[in-house]
């Protein structure tokens, strides 16, 4: 069965900083990774995706991910942290065959905090 | 501009009652999704659907109906609910079943006294 996991309930790092949010996966076949941000009473909103190609995917609002084969991780940076990047971040893979096609598995959740 | 649209945005019910979710999505998408959360545990999938008459599944069925008519609509229905369906519920949907991502609906609150 395809999973992640995020190792880290929460992430604090001062705002200007560079801040990383960790994913590892688990997967049989080629991954389909994305990223996702919630914030406060709000629904989940897309950042970035890795189907193939490019190790190193960039997203909205700054945010990039690098893919790495070897090490099963997706782990979400950005360069410069800003206060408005303070939200639940959530890592997810897809399934891409049999059956379960197209489901989505999420991780727990990071919440990420930038203090100013 | 309104892509997944979640109403009620908040609910509450006593234990046994019936109630649905509705779920509508204006892009045409053909896969559509229901997601529960709950606090430390992430999203778990509830049901979903590939086109307009077919559903299946996911990891957390039991006490939840959902139907497909339409590509628009998807709603979720709880037959008699229980204090543990007490949660926060996300609708969602995407273009392809596999490499599109979700869009997601901005949730429907749920407490089951």
């Known amino acids: 069965a395809q999973s992640v996991a995020q190792p880290e309930d929460q992430v604090n790092v001062a705002e200007g900083n560079p801040l990383t949010v960790k994913c590892t996966y688990s997967?049989?076949?080629?991954?389909?990774l994305f990223w996702y941000v919630q914030y406060p009473n709000r629904g989940l909103q897309f950042l970035l995706k890795?189907?193939?190609?490019?190790?190193l995917v960039k997203g909205s609002y700054g945010f990039e991910a690098e893919f790495n084969k070897s090490q099963t991780s997706f782990h979400l940076k950005k360069p410069s942290a800003l206060v408005s990047d303070s939200a639940l971040y959530f890592c997810?893979?897809?399934?891409?065959?049999?059956?379960?096609?197209?489901?989505?598995?999420f991780g727990r959740g990071t919440q990420l905090t930038v203090w100013p | 501009n309104a892509g997944v649209t979640q109403t009620p945005k908040f609910q509450v019910l006593k234990t046994g009652q019936s109630m649905t979710l509705q779920c509508a999505q204006d892009?045409?998408?053909?896969?559509m999704s229901w997601y529960r959360q709950d606090p430390g545990m992430g999203l778990r999938l509830i049901h979903y659907?590939?086109?307009?008459?077919?559903?299946d599944q996911g990891e957390v069925p039991n006490g939840y109906n959902v139907s497909r008519s339409t590509t628009e609509d998807f709603p979720l229905r709880l037959l008699s609910a229980a204090p543990s369906q007490t949660s926060v519920y996300f609708c969602?949907?995407?273009?392809?079943?596999?490499?599109?991502?979700?869009?997601f609906g901005e949730g429907s609150r749920l407490t089951v006294l």
């Open positions: 997810a893979v897809r399934d891409i065959r049999g059956s379960t096609l197209g489901r989505l598995y």
């Open positions: 659907s590939v086109g307009a008459g077919i559903t």
């Open positions: 890795y189907i193939t190609g490019d190790n």
């Open positions: 892009m045409n998408h053909e896969y």
């Open positions: 997967v049989s076949g080629n991954p389909y």
């Open positions: 969602a949907s995407s273009r392809q079943r596999n490499t599109g991502e979700l869009f």
